[in-house]
């Protein structure tokens, strides 16, 4: 079986804080109807946030960036940018079989997009616009060649080209159920909220994190729901 996960990562600039980070993705996920809470226990949902002194990115790992297509991804991240005015990278792995980069720049108006192995077979058919990317690594030649390979494992090419993107293997590939991922020595901050009271109704199950790729005709797939109101039955 292959590799799922979907993570955000955040281009560090002498403006941006650690401090200014967590408040305006604490504020975001505020903004879906999740209000904070001191422990997992107690949570429906969860942001952990990782901190590399030595790591151009800072990197946030919540189900609420589960972006499985491109809308769904530059929705989330554009306003990231927008506010803190600085590039912000999305990435989604399909099971390893297809694996896509996002990197958006709001101010810049810079939406680059790099999509490794068969997108169709996920309902993605978004092209590569390798030359957007020019400006926002630091080997595009040594990129855009990686880019180009056929890769067995999709999530390989994240390895390949981690130095050109400024973002390590496990930094890249890490989430919430794999926070080991991790390089050793970066600090990390976890933020628990709870759903609202007043966004319950009697009954309703909230889409929390597609598992599994768009659901495709005689294809097995998985979704995986919280019930955030009574019981449920069926």
């Known amino acids: 079986m292959g590799s799922w996960f979907s993570n955000i990562h955040i281009r560090r600039k002498s403006h941006i804080?650690?401090?200014?980070?967590?408040?305006?993705?604490?504020?975001?996920?505020?903004?879906?109807?999740?209000?904070?809470?001191?422990?997992?226990?107690?949570?429906?949902?969860v942001a952990v946030f990782y901190f590399d002194e030595g790591s151009p990115w800072i990197s946030v790992y919540s189900h609420v960036f589960a972006h499985d297509d491109p809308d769904s991804c530059s929705g989330k991240i554009t306003p990231i940018s927008s506010e803190l005015q600085t590039d912000v990278m999305g990435i989604s792995?399909?099971?390893?079989?297809?694996l896509y980069l996002n990197l958006i720049n709001a101010g810049?108006?810079?939406?680059?997009?790099?999509?490794?192995?068969?997108?169709?077979?996920?309902?993605?058919?978004?092209?590569?616009?390798?030359?957007?990317?020019?400006?926002?690594?630091?080997?595009?030649?040594?990129?855009?060649?990686?880019?180009?390979?056929?890769?067995t494992i999709a999530d390989e090419f994240l390895n390949e080209a981690s130095s050109c993107i400024g973002l390590s293997f496990g930094q890249s590939t890490a989430?919430?159920?794999?926070?080991?991922?991790?390089?050793?020595?970066?600090?990390?901050?976890?933020?628990?909220?709870s759903r609202n009271a007043e966004n319950?109704?009697?009954?309703?199950?909230?889409?929390?994190?597609?598992?599994?790729?768009?659901?495709?005709?005689?294809?097995?797939?998985?979704v995986t729901f919280i019930n955030i109101g009574e019981a449920s039955k069926g």
């Not at 490794?116 to 990317?133: E, F, P, T």
């Not at 159920?177 to 901050?189: N, R, S, Y």
């Not at 309703?204 to 495709?216: D, E, G, M, R």
Request: charged residues 25%.
């Open 93 to 98: 792995c399909f099971d390893s079989d297809y």
């Open 108 to 151: 810049e108006q810079v939406d680059a997009w790099v999509g490794i192995g068969q997108g169709k077979a996920v309902g993605i058919s978004r092209r590569n616009n390798l030359s957007v990317w020019k400006k926002k690594v630091s080997d595009f030649a040594c990129f855009s060649e990686k880019a180009k390979e056929r890769y």
């Open 200 to 222: 319950l109704c009697d009954t309703q199950l909230a889409q929390v994190f597609k598992n599994s790729i768009p659901c495709l005709i005689g294809t097995e797939n998985q």
């Open 175 to 193: 989430s919430v159920e794999a926070l080991d991922h991790l390089p050793v020595g970066g600090k990390t901050i976890s933020l628990y909220f």
């Open 17 to 45: 804080t650690e401090e200014l980070v967590v408040e305006y993705i604490k504020k975001m996920i505020n903004g879906y109807g999740f209000s904070s809470t001191e422990t997992a226990e107690e949570a429906d949902m």
